[in-house]
């Protein structure tokens, strides 16, 4: 399976004016699925999180004017030990000072006890939602930008039920992700008074899921629920399920939002619904026009990835040293009050305050708050596909 270690300098209208890395810069890990079930959305996350690394280091700000530079690498999404290995390179090999990433739930927890914690690293996921990372023995290291499918499995419950649809069928991708939100979804559905008529997994990489299909369609309700990924299963079991006329309208959590899916699978798809994290925030609308089209910032967890780059730097800023150990206890001082709210755009600020002594409040892309055990609070964004393509009807 293919594995990409880059540099910053390889992306195009990204890193102009930036040269190779030398070995006195400080290097961050962009630690996300460029191959894989989701890899149309990590297309928009790498430059998010790159963003935030040119802009810190164009600034000259941090620590007294380092260079810092991103250095790629695969998590898969789905392949615990090639994200593993992938992990150990970044650290052992190249390097870094901290890791954006993982994506993934099951491939983030891997590299985060086999590899961030014995080595000391610190990691800010900007997707990996699983509500089991929220107890994960971590030493203070594990961070998220992203909130957890706990909070996502609430707000999925409300945007169904404000659409008067009391009855579904849920179908989830066969990983931690998959199953922890078709399980948090399920109980705050059926605490709400909803009817989950059946709740079973999808294996991804199949080319047929009409078995599948026919077990949710025996089951009925009026929307299927697909917790998968719009690269691969998620995509199979909608065009199964419409080939067949089992179900017409789908419920699309997170890592089923993106344009790539009503694209691939047309106007059929139109009047399905579902969200994802986001908000229509100043802090995001300022990341669109930096990204001026060179990437997405709308897409999901574009915004986050461009947070969690923040914060890593930022904090180091805060401890006065690019050690994960010495900046790890800084991670929720800058991303939380009191302090001077910071927006993107407005890292060089932060650093000079920090520099001086004084305090941030890092609100970012996403609105940041990191509460409990390093996580975000959570903001969603209500989309519904219409016209071929993704609308933004609200937020959450």
Do not use: W
């Not at 009391?166 to 991708?173: F, R």
């Not at 067949?244 to 009503?262: H, I, Q, R």
């Not at 139109?270 to 990341?287: E, I, R, V």
């Not at 305050?353 to 004084?358: E, F, M």
């Amino acid at each position: 399976m293919k594995k990409l270690l880059i540099t910053t300098t390889a992306l195009a209208g990204l890193a102009a004016g930036m040269g190779a890395a030398q070995a006195d810069d400080v290097k961050i890990g962009v630690f996300l699925g460029f191959t894989g079930p989701i890899e149309s959305l990590v297309a928009q996350m790498a430059p998010g999180a790159e963003k935030a690394i040119t802009e810190v280091s164009e600034s000259g700000k941090l620590l007294g004017g380092v260079n810092v530079v991103s250095v790629r690498a695969d998590t898969t999404c789905v392949d615990a030990a090639a994200a593993t290995a992938a992990a150990e390179r970044l650290i052992t090999s190249d390097k870094v000072s901290g890791i954006v990433g993982g994506d993934c739930s099951g491939v983030t927890t891997a590299a985060l006890t086999n590899v961030a914690v014995p080595n000391g690293m610190v990691m800010i996921s900007p997707s990996a939602t699983s509500p089991a990372l929220s107890t994960v023995e971590d030493n203070g290291l594990f961070f998220r930008t992203a909130p957890s499918d706990a909070r996502q499995g609430v707000v999925m419950t409300d945007v169904i039920m404000d659409r008067g649809i009391k009855e579904v069928a849920v179908t989830y991708t066969n990983n931690d992700y998959g199953k922890g939100l078709a399980d948090a979804f399920a109980t705050a559905f059926e605490a709400a008074g909803g009817k989950v008529t059946i709740n079973t997994s999808h294996e991804d990489g199949k080319a047929d899921y009409s078995a599948e299909v026919g077990a949710l369609a025996a089951a009925g309700g009026e929307a299927l629920v697909v917790a998968g990924y719009l690269d691969q299963g998620g995509k199979g079991i909608i065009q199964a399920s419409l080939d067949t006329g089992a179900f017409d309208t789908f419920v699309l959590p997170d890592g089923m939002v993106g344009d790539a899916l009503p694209k691939a699978i047309g106007a059929d798809l139109n009047g399905s619904f579902g969200q994802a994290p986001g908000t229509d925030s100043q802090g995001a609308g300022k990341l669109v026009e930096m990204a001026a089209g060179a990437f997405d910032a709308t897409s999901p967890f574009s915004a986050e990835s461009y947070d969690a780059a923040a914060l890593i730097m930022l904090a180091m800023q805060a401890a006065g040293s690019t050690n994960p150990s010495d900046y790890k206890g800084k991670v929720l001082d800058v991303a939380n009050a009191p302090g001077e709210k910071i927006l993107p755009g407005e890292l060089g600020k932060a650093l000079e305050i920090l520099a001086a002594g004084g305090d941030i409040d890092y609100v970012g892309a996403s609105n940041v708050e990191l509460i409990g055990a390093g996580e975000s609070a959570g903001n969603y964004r209500e989309i519904e596909i219409a016209d071929g393509g993704l609308k933004t009807v609200g937020y959450r």
